[in-house]
C-alpha cells in the first residue's frame, strides 16, 4: 500500500502513470474539490517524476479564472459543470504545454458536501475533464451524500478512470 491510498487506488495510479509512460505523455491535474489529492495520489508512487508535470489546486473561482478557464463559462454554468470541466482541464493542458513535452490533463470541479449543494446541483455531483490539447472528454458522477471525504476519494478514482480512457484512446 502506498500511504494514504488503498492498495485500489495505488494500482490505479500506477496504472495511469505506465500509460503515461508508454506513450511519452507528462500529466497534469487542476483540482477543486478534490483539493489536490489527484495528483497526492499518483506522487504518492515512487518515479512518478518521470510522469506527472504537477498540478493546480482551482478551489476558487478566481484561481479557475487565473489558471485560464473564461469568466463568462463561470459566470454562465457555474464551476459544477460540463462546461468549467472541460475548460479547466484545457487550461491546465496549456499552462503546462512545453516545447518537446507532450501533456495531459484531468479536471475535477463538484461538490463533495456536507453543504453547498443544491437541487439543481446536489451534493456529490462531479463534474471531470481530461484533455491532451486537441481533444477533450467529459465525464459527470452523481456519488450521492456518502460523506466528503468518500465523494473526494470517488473522485479521484474516476479522474485516474479519465486519465486511463484519454490515454488509451488514439
Known sequence: MTAPFDDALSAEADAVLALARAHGKMLVTAE????????????????????????????????KMRLGVPQPVLRDHGAVSEETARALAQAAANAAARPGIEVVAVSVTGVAGPGGGSAEKPVGLVHFGASDGSRTIHRAMRFGDIGRGAVRLASVATALSLLKELLDTP
Do not use: H, K, W
Open 32 to 63: 477543486s474539490c478534490t483539493g489536490g489529492l489527484v495528483a497526492a495520489v499518483l506522487t504518492a508512487i515512487a518515479g512518478s517524476s518521470d510522469a506527472v508535470e504537477g498540478g493546480f489546486v482551482t478551489y476558487s473561482n478566481e484561481a
